[in-house]
């Protein structure tokens, strides 16, 4: 399984900025995906995931503010980010489950290369 995370930059506090993750080597409809994000000198943490059925979670820091979604005819998920925040600057990852059901954060064991969000004041 290949992901392939696009899209980070530099963005002022109050602006957006859309991640994509495109995945390869299985089928990928069929599998959550999810976004990951680690700040300098901090633990990588969850911000959302989609399962395949398309039910979406997400972090309390980012809930209203972020949707992610899934185009399947595409393999790709997608991290729409708004109102964004200084606090939101981090490294962010996205991530496939190694199982079909189910969210559990230890299932999600393949990781993009991470892309750069960086949101200054």
């Known amino acids: 399984v290949q992901l392939q995370a696009s899209g980070g930059g530099l963005v002022q506090a109050g602006g957006s900025l859309r991640l994509s993750c495109t995945a390869s080597?299985?089928?990928?409809?069929?599998?959550?995906m999810a976004w990951f994000r680690q700040a300098p000198g901090m633990e990588r943490e969850f911000v959302a995931a989609?399962?395949?059925?398309?039910?979406?979670y997400y972090a309390d820091s980012v809930r209203g503010r972020f949707t992610i979604s899934r185009d399947n005819a595409e393999n790709t998920v997608y991290l729409q980010m708004s109102s964004l925040r200084p606090e939101d600057t981090a490294v962010y990852y996205c991530?496939?489950?190694?199982?079909?059901?189910?969210?559990?954060?230890?299932?999600?064991?393949?990781w993009g290369q991470g892309t750069q969000v960086t949101v200054s004041s």
């Open positions: 991530a496939s489950s190694r199982r079909t059901q189910g969210m559990a954060e230890r299932d999600f064991i393949y």
């Open positions: 080597g299985r089928t990928f409809s069929s599998y959550p």
């Open positions: 989609v399962t395949k059925v398309f039910n979406t």
